[in-house]
């Protein structure tokens, strides 16, 4: 079977080397010259609006998926007149886009941060005035990794801050005052089939992750799989979803979804009895869903800006290296380090050695 992937960065990269062992073969349809899932597969070097490289792909291949959700819905769209594209076109208009987004948690009676529909300076001044300050202007599309998004902690803040975001829509959240942030990854088959991950829990450093680690018996793991479940169903999901939580008075506010593989899985590859990348890749050509059980106690460190001398890092017992392929640059995402160890001790052990490696100067 082949199939066929929007975009070709790491994580169109890490679904083939999933996929490879099962007997799949892939092409990627991305307009940068080293995408670096190329390495992988057939690179169709095109932007994704372009019609006549989408049939290409679409003749091409069994059927269609994506690996992040900055492809325009239109795209995954004219796809489906061709060939199977999993998630839908429906799925991705929804999570692309922070108002819908939002809108349909609110819908599904899932707990959000009060929020507000920007689409001028003067519509931002009114819903500052009706949610208060702190808060936070978020672009409603394409914003990752803290881009795109503005805190607002007082009225000098305000002041031109739509016009800063590039006057584009945007959405204005209330600050959480959230005592953490988790994730739960979940994966959903074409006949409906759900199952989840352990809940995890991420730090972010700049609005970019740098530390996630899966759970043992959350108790508000029943409590996101409700809150996830109901998304899955209400937009007739296939294929593994991410849904980022803020934890708050004991409870979880929703902060965003991705439909897609997510970072904060990809302690999966070495933690899970299977990643989460295989597992969408069984979600989207019908297999039967692999265990998401845990295999002893995992991690996962993000390598960002440059990635150390491979000798080093895999010396760190029970350490996993994950190298991109892809130049480095400053604040960017190259690689990432997976631990799977025996208890949480030798857990922690592994995770200080690990910064204390790609984190020198960290006090």
């Known amino acids: 079977m082949k199939i066929g992937v ?3 960065g790491q994580l169109g990269r890490m679904l083939a080397l999933a996929g490879t062992p099962l007997g799949m073969s892939f092409a990627f349809l991305d307009p940068a010259p080293d995408a670096c899932a190329a390495a992988l597969g057939e690179h169709i070097r ?16 069994d059927l269609v998926t994506f690996e992040f959700e900055s492809v325009p819905a239109e795209t995954v769209a004219f796809l489906s007149q061709f060939v199977p594209v999993y998630p839908s076109a429906e799925s991705l208009r929804i999570a692309r886009d922070r108002w819908f987004e939002k809108s349909m948690f609110r819908e599904l009676g899932i707990p959000t941060p009060t929020f507000a529909n920007v689409l001028s300076q003067d519509d931002l001044d009114t819903a500052v005035a009706e949610i208060g300050l702190p808060a936070v202007l978020k672009t409603r599309t394409l914003g990752y990794d803290g881009k795109g998004q503005k805190v607002l902690r007082s009225q000098a803040d305000v002041q031109d801050a739509f016009a800063e975001l590039g006057s584009v829509p945007c959405i204005l959240e209330g600050f959480v005052a959230f005592t953490g942030e988790v994730s739960l990854v979940a994966v959903r088959a074409r006949d409906g089939q759900t199952r989840f991950y352990p809940l995890v829990h991420n730090t972010h450093e700049n609005g970019i992750l740098r530390l996630s680690v899966p759970s043992t018996d959350h108790p508000l793991q029943t409590m996101a799989e409700d809150y996830v479940g109901r998304v899955l169903e209400k937009l007739h999901y296939v294929g593994v979803l991410a849904f980022e939580f803020f934890e708050v ?21 070495e933690g899970a009895q299977c990643s989460q990348f295989e597992n969408h890749l069984r979600a989207v050509t019908g297999l039967p869903l692999g265990s998401t059980a845990k295999v002893g106690e995992s991690a996962m460190l993000n390598l960002i800006g440059e990635v150390p001398a491979p000798n080093r890092i895999i010396a760190i017992d029970d350490c996993h290296l994950h190298h991109y392929g892809k130049a480095f640059k400053a604040g960017r995402k190259v690689g990432h380090a997976t631990l799977r160890c025996a208890d949480r001790p030798a857990l922690e052990r592994a995770i200080t050695a690990v910064q204390a490696l790609i984190e020198p100067n960290r006090s």
């Open 6 to 8: 929007i975009g070709g």
């Open 46 to 61: 095109a932007d994704y609006g372009d019609q006549d490289h989408l049939r290409q792909l679409a003749d091409e291949v």
């Open 249 to 269: 008075d004991g409870g979880l506010k929703a902060n965003e979804i991705a439909p897609r593989v997510h970072n904060s899985g990809h302690w999966s590859i």
